[in-house]
């Protein structure tokens, strides 16, 4: 964890803070580790992210936990969706304005947990039926497991309130 930063950047000058377990280095110096937690920064954007990633641990593509709570970002940037190892993302407490931004996620082969309340999207009609309609393989949301019920309520939800994509099927005259 790393305190009040402004930039992804910065944290190539910061030391980790020391967690219940030592961390890990490789021989290169890098982190070994698969989580990196960026929480109550003031992050607005994630601009480098890779790099900085890339930078800070061995090996990135395992990265698994991301925690960007109580920052600043406004939307979920694309870099997010590189990560297909990643299961557990944390935004809550950020400034997401727009629903429509959970979409990104859907492409994360391994998303499990999500965080996002303390958003404005939070304040959107049918909030929690979107997000699980969108994300399907989702167990944990805003830190609630995610129900069968909840499943059945989204997809009444998205029946009623999503229309579907229109299919042109080409007829071949003979």
């Given at each position: 964890m790393v305190e009040f930063q402004a930039s992804v950047t910065d944290l190539l000058s910061e030391k980790p803070r020391t967690g219940l377990r030592p961390l890990r280095h490789a021989k290169s110096g890098k982190s070994m580790s698969q989580s990196l937690w960026l929480n109550?920064?003031?992050?607005?954007?994630?601009?480098?992210?890779?790099?900085?990633?890339?930078?800070?641990?061995?090996?990135?593509?395992?990265?698994?936990?991301?925690?960007?709570?109580?920052?600043?970002?406004?939307?979920?940037?694309?870099?997010?969706?590189?990560?297909?190892?990643?299961?557990?993302?944390?935004?809550?407490?950020?400034?997401?304005?727009?629903?429509?931004?959970?979409?990104?996620?859907?492409?994360?082969?391994?998303?499990?947990?999500?965080?996002?309340?303390?958003?404005?999207?939070?304040?959107?009609?049918?909030?929690?039926?979107?997000?699980l309609c969108t994300l399907p393989r989702i167990t944990t949301f805003d830190f609630s497991g995610v129900t069968k019920a909840d499943r059945t309520t989204a997809e009444v939800w998205k029946r009623m309130n999503i229309k579907p994509r229109k299919v042109w099927i080409k007829h071949n005259a003979l």
């Open positions: 109550n920064n003031v992050l607005n954007d994630l601009r480098d992210f890779n790099h900085v990633v890339s930078q800070l641990l061995e090996h990135p593509e395992n990265l698994a936990w991301i925690d960007l709570s109580f920052n600043d970002l406004t939307s979920i940037d694309p870099v997010l969706t590189t990560f297909f190892n990643l299961s557990v993302l944390y935004l809550h407490g950020n400034s997401i304005q727009r629903l429509g931004e959970v979409n990104k996620l859907a492409v994360l082969p391994r998303l499990r947990s999500l965080t996002l309340h303390g958003n404005p999207i939070e304040e959107e009609n049918g909030y929690r039926q979107y997000v």
